[in-house]
């Protein structure tokens, strides 16, 4: 089981994963403390609603989102972010075609297995 990602990873020389229905993404590096995954999103993707016991802080690169979190909705767009703790409901709605970038810790193993 691998625990740690390469040094340096080159966003065009790893292939895109499918994520679920409408996003794909990009694992850019994680140890067993920490996760950085980028996530496209078509518009209409949705994000169901699910919570893990990870930490997880996200930034919005581009697009806008409806985000939830324990049953709090917010639109966000370029430029901003969000925080969920361990445990709490959230999901997220792609209002315009976007992408996300999102940090786990612990990192997801659960990512790596799904690996093609």
Known sequence: MKTKSADFIVS???PWEFASEGMIRQILGYDGQIMLVKVKFEK???????EHFHSQASYVVSGRFEVMINGEK???EAGDGFHIEPD???GAVCLDEGMLIDVFSPMRQDFLNKQI
């Open 88 to 90: 709490v409901a959230h």
């Open 12 to 14: 065009s020389e790893i």
């Open 74 to 76: 917010r639109i966000l």
């Open 44 to 50: 209409g993707a949705i994000g169901y609603v699910h």
